[in-house]
């Protein structure tokens, strides 16, 4: 009788050539990162696309409703963030890396990857998509502030401009290799937001401007409000790569990773609050119901520093892509490796990561409409994967006690997010529609 060697894994391979794979691997290829690493990791992807459309959002939304929903989103995102780093190592001697193992360890091996793959997918590969189009408006607004006297050029060409930079970067091999890109994003997002909110109060507040609500009739203001609904969740999200940026981080007995992560996460989250509320509320202040739903396009003077800002977006979002779109080379390159059993190589991971980014682009090329984009995903993926889906794991794994604080906190939060995901797509493909209406492809 033969038995299975105990050096062997389940998947016929050796304890040897599973390190060797894990160490190839995105996510797990190196874990000697810093907790300041993590602030930029955050920063860099939650200050991106969505920060531009918060006035838009507010416009939709009105002061109070508008002022409530950023401030509680930004409540029960850290409440929920600081859940996921607690529960990284909540089995001991085990680090849940990613989130779908997350999801196994609460729903089990085969319905937690139903549950949380998809989501989790859906969230990266629609952020990039957003990513492509933010970055192509943005350039051809800086084509046109510098340039206002050139001949259009299509929003096509500016996204192809800002793939080409993809398509080298892609192929850095894990979260760490790319700090360098994540830190020069991080300050860019810094420095775009307070141009933001700066270059608006030196335009000051127009006489006429008006806070009633942009939609032309009741049907439009409800329609609006569940897309500024959207659009908020898409700003707050960042979850869906967290437990692989706390991959990154040494953990050991006496210090595990969840004291450095949250250090990272709390830092972060308060550069988050000083980029964001201004930017909101200041914004939707000086141009009220005509705001864009990206307010750099509502920006024209001073034109140097209007240039200057969106080119610091293209820099963020440069970093951005990077973050979100490495959680999906992992998941990709995981499968090919692990599944199909493909050998690991310089090959793969370039046709992969390839492929991935020429995908994204063609998409966003295909259907820039920006604000309807981030509120329909911000609804449809993103509260799932950032308001209740993590609520929903704590009540699994850590059982508190019924009825007790913890417990009806986190009940209430599944029930809000519940409703945004409801609620938050509607609105978002009602204004996908309405932009499609006028619109031709590839211009």
Not at 100 to 111: N, P, S
Not at 202 to 222: A, C, F, I, M, P
Not at 290 to 300: F, K, T, W
Not at 429 to 441: D, E, G, M, P
């Amino acid at each position: 009788m033969v038995t299975q060697s105990s050096e062997e894994s389940p998947g016929g391979r050796t304890a040897a050539e599973e390190k060797a794979i894990e160490d190839w691997l995105p996510v797990t290829g190196s874990r000697e990162a810093k907790w300041w690493y993590a602030v930029f990791h955050k920063v860099t992807c939650m200050v991106g696309a969505g920060i531009l459309s918060l006035p838009y959002a507010m416009s939709s939304m009105g002061w109070g409703a508008g002022v409530t929903m950023m401030v509680l989103s930004w409540m029960i995102t850290l409440y929920t963030l600081w859940q996921m780093v607690e529960m990284h190592e909540t089995v001991p001697g085990k680090r849940l890396d990613r989130y779908h193992e997350l999801g196994q360890e609460a729903f089990g091996e085969k319905l937690g990857l139903y549950i949380v793959v998809p989501q989790q997918l859906i969230v990266e590969v629609s952020t990039c998509i957003i990513f492509m189009v933010t970055a192509g408006k943005s350039l051809q607004k800086f084509h046109d502030t510098v340039c206002p006297s050139c001949s259009r050029i299509r929003l096509t060409y500016f996204i192809m401009i800002f793939s080409s930079a993809q398509f080298v970067l892609a192929h850095l091999p894990n979260f760490n290799s790319i700090f360098v890109v994540s830190i020069a994003a991080a300050v860019m997002s810094l420095s775009y937001s307070t141009i933001a909110w700066a270059a608006a109060l030196g335009k000051g507040r127009d006489e006429h401007v008006d806070y009633s609500l942009r939609g032309k009739n009741t049907g439009d203001n409800v329609f609006n409000f569940l897309n500024g609904l959207g659009q908020i969740a898409f700003a707050y999200a960042g979850h869906n790569v967290v437990l692989e940026i706390q991959a990154t981080l040494p953990s050991t007995p006496e210090k595990p990773s969840k004291l450095a992560m949250w250090r990272g996460v709390f830092f972060a989250y308060i550069i988050v609050a000083i980029c964001y509320f201004p930017v909101a509320f200041i914004g939707y202040y000086i141009f009220g119901n005509s705001v864009e739903d990206n307010i750099m396009l509502s920006l024209d003077k001073p034109a140097w520093l209007i240039a200057a800002a969106n080119m610091f977006v293209l820099i963020h979002v440069i970093g951005s892509y990077q973050i979100y779109a490495m959680v999906v080379f992992d998941m990709m390159e995981t499968y090919l490796v692990k599944q199909v059993k493909l050998k690991p190589s310089f090959g793969l991971r370039f046709t992969t990561r390839t492929l991935f980014v020429a995908f994204t682009m063609f998409i966003g090329m295909t259907f820039p409409f920006f604000g309807g984009l981030v509120g329909f995903f911000g609804g449809f993926a993103l509260a799932p994967t950032t308001y209740f889906l993590p609520c929903i794991i704590w009540l699994i794994l850590k059982k508190p006690k019924k009825y007790g604080f913890s417990w009806c906190l986190n009940w209430i939060f599944i029930v809000v997010g519940v409703i945004l995901m409801i609620l938050a797509p509607i609105g978002g493909l009602w204004s996908i529609v309405n932009s499609a209406k006028t619109y031709k492809f590839y211009q």
